[in-house]
């Protein structure tokens, strides 16, 4: 049962800047609100490999798919190191991608989106990894010590992602006229997709104040959006590439990008599963759980035999 006197001890801790760990009481709430995020932020980790691996055949050149193998690679552990973070707080790792293919559970919604061209893989790594940055460098500080120390490594490796998409989209952006065409249109689809990525405005965000007030989240969804947007204007300028945002406009007294509304209906309907690839999604990750069904089974199998032994010997 939650005392005054345990809740408390954790408030102080929290105002202190101290990590929660794993064998710290917390409010079941807090415990909670961090599986759901957590594992939210697990399963996009996962779900982001399918848009990006769908180019490692395609791409380019041997350097191009060496450099995007790697970057698949790391998606795949940084789903591994959420997952295994969220785990301290008492729930199975089977049981978190149950829900997320049973469809109760959420994941970012711009791997919806489809790749269409190759420039698709440069911007992603640009805007899509660099708004990831925005909102995990902030989560490095989060108050729950597994889930700070795992986006510490994260974060290192998104920015060797980010340097990777900029990378590609300069070099098409200094290409062939119909290069320049592929990396503009790739801008323009996936500008606002990528805007969407810092959730509902404040006052419509269910979590945000909670979360910031257990120090989970030091920034609002909006405060974040808009350094991002003040961050990557300047970059696309730098390569010659426009916004597709008729409202953009710079602000001399503040210092920001003011920008235009995002379609926030098309971000619930990608929500609720109507985005352009929410059942093709899902449908390649129940085919991958239920493919490696063998490699669990054996992975089990062996880790039984080897405790017989260590009881046994």
């Avoid at 710290?24 to 599986?35: E, G, H, K």
């Avoid at 995007?68 to 199975?92: C, N, P, R, W």
């Avoid at 257990?214 to 961050?231: A, C, E, P, T, Y």
């Avoid at 059942?279 to 199998?301: F, P, Q």
Wanted: charged residues 25%; proline residues 4%; negative net charge.
């Amino acid at each position: 049962m939650e005392t005054s006197e345990q809740l408390l001890e954790f408030e102080s801790k929290i105002a202190e800047g101290a990590k929660i760990e794993p064998k710290d009481w917390m409010p079941d709430r807090y415990r909670s609100q961090l599986i759901r995020m957590m594992s939210q932020h697990a399963h996009s980790e996962i779900v982001g490999m399918l848009p990006e691996g769908n180019w490692i055949t395609r791409a380019p050149n041997l350097r191009r798919k060496m450099t995007l193998l790697a970057k698949v690679q790391d998606e795949a552990g940084h789903g591994l190191y959420i997952y295994s973070a969220t785990e301290t707080l008492g729930i199975e790792r089977s049981e978190l991608i149950d829900q997320l293919l049973e469809g109760k559970a959420k994941y970012s919604s711009i791997f919806n989106y489809p790749t269409l061209s190759w420039a698709d893989i440069g911007v992603i790594g640009w805007l899509v990894d660099g708004a990831a940055i925005v909102n995990q460098t902030m989560l490095a500080k989060a108050s729950y010590g597994p889930y700070s120390r795992a986006m510490i490594r994260i974060c290192k490796e998104e920015n060797f992602h980010k340097k990777q998409g900029f990378e590609i989209v300069t070099t098409l952006a200094a290409g062939t006229p119909e290069q320049k065409a592929m990396v503009q249109d790739a801008v323009n689809r996936w500008w606002w997709p990528s805007l969407m990525m810092f959730g509902p405005h404040d006052a419509e965000s269910t979590n945000s104040s909670e979360l910031m007030q257990w120090g989970v989240k030091r920034k609002s969804n909006d405060s974040l959006r808009q350094h991002f947007v003040n961050i990557t204007v300047p970059q696309a300028r730098a390569v010659d590439l426009t916004i597709p945002d008729p409202e953009l406009e710079y602000n001399e007294e503040t210092g920001d990008w003011k920008f235009g509304e995002i379609d926030w209906n098309e971000f619930y309907q990608v929500i609720k599963g109507n985005g352009p690839c929410n059942r093709e999604r899902i449908a390649a990750r129940r085919s991958a759980h239920d493919n490696g069904a063998w490699v669990r089974e054996a992975a089990r199998a062996y880790a039984d035999k080897q405790l017989t032994r260590q009881t046994t010997s």
